[in-house]
């Protein structure tokens, strides 16, 4: 059984405060310092630090082997599709430094290793970085809800291959800088639905599914 979140993307930007280290100062902080540009041929969109490697949406990427990709403090530069998760919809991308460079290697974030989160009732604020204008921003989101599937995706979601441009591969935090999930694509609402409307729901892979990937060798 697969189980995804739906949440509700916005407009809104919100920006740490730099007279103090409050709780959501420290949660943007972590949002930035682990999220990544990726740039593929038809899209932009992000992807996510865990671990020692970049984990991002499978549908961002989808058949190519190469894409371009940037991280908070350094050059643009290729990356390579190395796994892809067909059933989960995830793809992991090895920077072209580290399959080029040697065995020492500077960590890709700076900050510490997530930890893992929930999300716990509807509305509850997330944090989702939209990098489509290639300078990652904090958007908030709201919860909507979560849905148990017994297939693949593919087979039971409706989600559109080029949306939402900039949040599509985006890890999804709480205020506690808690990890939650990893944005997949957005849903594509039924035809004649009167709430295809400004805050368009988004489908996000929880963060326990994505760890397992990261964790994974296969």
């Known amino acids: 059984m697969n189980k995804t979140l739906l949440f509700a993307r916005t407009n809104a930007v919100v920006g740490r405060d730099t007279r103090g280290r409050s709780r959501i100062a420290s949660a943007i902080d972590t949002a930035l310092d682990r999220t990544v540009i990726v740039t593929t041929p038809i899209l932009v969109g992000a992807g996510a630090i865990i671990g020692d490697k970049v984990v991002t949406s499978l549908l961002l990427v989808a058949n190519f082997a190469e894409v371009s990709v940037r991280f908070r403090r350094g050059k643009k530069m290729a990356a390579f599709v190395t796994r892809r998760d067909r059933g989960r919809n995830l793809a992991e991308l090895l920077p072209s430094s580290r399959a080029l460079g040697t065995s020492c290697r500077e960590p890709l974030a700076s900050s510490r290793e997530p930890r893992i989160g929930e999300v716990h009732t509807i509305g509850d604020p997330l944090l989702v970085p939209n990098a489509s204008i290639g300078v990652p921003l904090i958007h908030v989101a709201g919860m909507l809800y979560v ?50 409307r400004a805050f368009r729901s988004v489908y996000a892979l929880p963060a326990e599914q994505v760890m397992e990937f990261a964790e994974s060798q296969s």
């Open 147 to 196: 849905t148990i599937l017994g297939r693949r995706f593919e087979d039971r979601l409706k989600i559109n291959p080029n949306a939402p441009r900039g949040f599509i591969g985006s890890a999804v935090w709480n205020i506690e800088g808690e990890l939650v999930g990893l944005t997949i694509g957005e849903k594509i609402p039924p035809k004649g639905d009167p709430t295809d």
